[in-house]
């Protein structure tokens, strides 16, 4: 019998053993070489093992490891200037992941409200189909039950309403809500953009409410949609925005982004982190950013979007009984199914394509965004294969029944 794992059994994971990587490409302990269109689901921004990162970590490893957030940490203020002179924000708090980037958007508004002389308004009204993450505050402000079951009360303050339906929004503001909290595009849920118009109107609820316009942005930010931010495709800007994943490009890094005013509150001793603002991440963060900023780098994701957007579209029109729909924006990008999603991920697999399954029957495709025109149409050319495979397949079985 083989021997049961000592880890929590928490994930269904692939059979599959990877060893190293470089650029889009995985290769497995025993030689064999994946696509991935996965990357960490959305972390590896710039791909496996690239030389500026690998340079930028190796560098300060070898000057400093760790240091407690009692002292200025190298790296911290230049990282957090570079994210304010490029965004909306005035003020950034760092953090280990994306959930812990959420939890800290969530006190800062609160936070806000309290100062504000609102302790009652700590609500926050967030959308169907969200993820913020798997802490207690996150799941509950996700909603979902499969992540919800079994962890005792759901944590107070969250009230959900359906993905992009104001009417729902405005009935659910009341005296005590903070602000509203929103995936641009969500993630898990399915590749679901919301509209611009969507967007902007909670900006202007916002405004008339004195409540707070929270991004998340961990999946969807830092050049993902071929914008630095998906919000800038709508015009909007928020008060506080959570980033993470592909700010880190694969190091543990996340950060909460705030105006001034929404940052008011967060006074010494109100907030803080261990491992946060690590000089670690700081190097790689900073790394991160140069080749994310250098000048047509976003010029890059959207050109490569546009062949996975009509490679994908030919796709859809060969193979109408696997796939219904295209979605997303950049190199966020989703395919959803008329067979079960894991059955293309699968059949993807056996083409050694990687891709992530998300809410709503749908397929993710996230690609590094260094990823090259010739890979994407290498990347379309398998899950055309796949495709073709369980088109075949749903024939026969029409053919049977
Ligand atoms: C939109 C979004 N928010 C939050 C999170 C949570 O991030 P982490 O897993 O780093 O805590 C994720 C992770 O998938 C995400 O996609």
Redesign the pocket.
Same mark, same amino acid.
């Given at each position: 019998m083989a021997e049961a794992s000592p880890l929590y059994q928490t994930y269904m994971r692939a059979p599959l053993r990877f060893e190293r990587g470089e650029g889009v490409w995985l290769t497995t302990e025993t030689g064999e070489r994946y696509l991935d269109f996965a990357a960490g689901?959305?972390v590896n921004s710039l791909g496996h093992a690239h030389p500026h990162l690998v340079e930028a970590l190796k560098g300060q490893a070898e000057k400093l490891w760790h240091l407690s957030n009692l002292y200025d940490v190298p790296g911290q203020e230049t990282l957090a200037k570079r994210l304010t002179e490029v965004t909306f924000a005035d003020k950034v708090f760092f953090t280990n $992941?994306?959930?812990?980037a959420?939890e800290c958007a969530i006190k800062t508004a609160r936070r806000y409200q309290f100062t504000k002389g609102h302790p009652e308004k700590f609500h926050i009204i967030t959308f169907e189909g969200a993820?913020?993450?798997?802490t207690l505050a996150?799941i509950a402000a996700g909603g979902q039950e499969k992540y919800l079951e079994g962890f005792g009360p759901k944590t107070p303050g969250f009230d959900q309403v359906p993905f992009g339906d104001l009417d729902a929004v405005k009935a659910a503001i009341t005296d005590a809500t903070a602000g509203i909290l929103i995936?641009p595009v969500q993630?898990?849920g399915g590749i679901r953009p919301a509209t611009n118009e969507f967007m902007r109107a909670l900006r202007t609820l916002c405004d008339e409410h004195d409540l707070l316009l929270i991004l998340?942005e961990?999946? $969807?930010g830092v050049g993902r949609t071929g914008k630095l931010f998906a919000h800038e495709w709508s015009g909007i800007t928020p008060d506080i925005m959570?980033i993470?994943?592909g700010i880190g490009g694969g190091f543990p890094l996340?950060a909460c982004l705030a105006t001034d005013t929404a940052a008011y509150g967060m006074k010494a001793g109100t907030h803080g982190t261990t491992y946060g603002g690590n000089p670690l991440a700081m190097a790689v963060g900073n790394a991160v950013l140069d080749i994310i900023l250098a000048d047509g780098f976003l010029e890059h994701v959207r050109d490569v979007a546009l062949v996975f957007r009509q490679g994908l579209a030919a796709l859809k029109d060969r193979y109408p009984d696997v796939i219904e729909d295209i979605r997303g924006e950049g190199l966020m990008l989703g395919i959803k199914t008329r067979i079960p999603n894991t059955e293309l991920v699968m059949a993807m697999r056996q083409e050694h394509l990687l891709a992530v399954s998300a809410g709503d029957n749908v397929i993710r495709l996230l690609p590094p965004l260094t990823t090259t025109a010739q890979e994407a149409r290498e990347g379309l050319a398998r899950i055309d294969r796949a495709a073709e495979t369980l088109q075949i397949k749903s024939a026969k079985l029409a053919a049977q029944a």
């Open positions: 689901i959305a $992941s994306g959930a812990e959420l993820f913020h993450g798997r996150t995936e993630g898990e998340d961990v999946q $969807s959570a993470a994943k996340g």
